[in-house]
């Protein structure tokens, strides 16, 4: 990976850039738009109008002694199996899949979004992109602590790596989410450089472009 020189002090530095983008999916009203927003922009609010399409946020992080940006994709609930969604979905190294909590439905939902993704979304390699489900609304109902196994299985069963309760309304569990899915990147991407010649580096692994853990498999 590239470094991009950087001026500190009158003194010319290097420091590695890493841009993820990072899809943000689930059904209509699951609160895809609240998490994003409370975590690039700590603002909250009950009246956000749903999103049409797609719409996106950049979020970037001092990471060790690197800069990390995280472009996060807000796509549609209703954009589900859509032509589009092969579009929104290309170049995307991990993914937010969420369910709210006091809706099962939208629990019922998240294997048919899983199945959409990694029907049209891969990496360099051949293998899925790190993905981390988002139980969201947690401040409304707190029974999931108690099917953490049951949940810890199900990822398991389905190829997520993790889950995390998560309220956009309390600040709940947003950064723990998205450090621990960016680990994953992080990982996968040194892995997938290390794998191939670097000329035929994957775009999206390009340097320079820019959510308590309820079970995080180590």
């Known amino acids: 990976m590239a470094n991009h020189p950087l001026r ?50 950049l979020k970037v992080l001092n990471w060790d002694s690197e800069t990390v940006r995280l472009q996060l994709w807000d796509i549609a609930g209703q954009e589900r199996f859509g032509n589009m969604t092969r579009v929104y979905y290309r170049e995307a190294m991990g993914a937010f899949i969420v369910f709210d909590v006091t809706r099962p439905t939208t629990f019922e939902a998240v294997l048919k979004w899983k199945e959409d993704l990694d029907s049209k979304a891969m990496l360099a390699n051949g293998s899925s992109i790190a993905t ?40 709940l569990n947003l950064k723990e989410a998205a450090n621990f899915l960016i680990k994953h990147m992080m990982a996968t991407e040194n892995d997938i450089l290390k794998s191939v010649v670097p000329d035929t580096i994957s775009p999206h692994l390009n340097p320079g472009r820019e959510m308590s853990c309820s079970g995080c498999f180590k």
Do not use: P
């Open 132 to 171: 981390v489900l988002l139980a969201n609304k947690c401040d409304q109902i707190r029974d999931l602590t108690n099917n953490g196994l049951k949940m810890d299985q199900f990822c398991k069963d389905h190829g997520f790596i993790g889950w995390f309760e998560t309220s956009a309304k309390d600040n």
């Open 8 to 57: 500190t002090n009158g003194m010319r530095s290097l420091q590695k850039e890493h841009l993820y983008k990072v899809l943000v999916i689930g059904d209509l009203g699951v609160g895809k738009t609240s998490i994003i927003r409370r975590y690039v922009h700590q603002t909250y609010s009950t009246n956000y109008r749903a999103t049409i399409g797609v719409d996106f946020a």
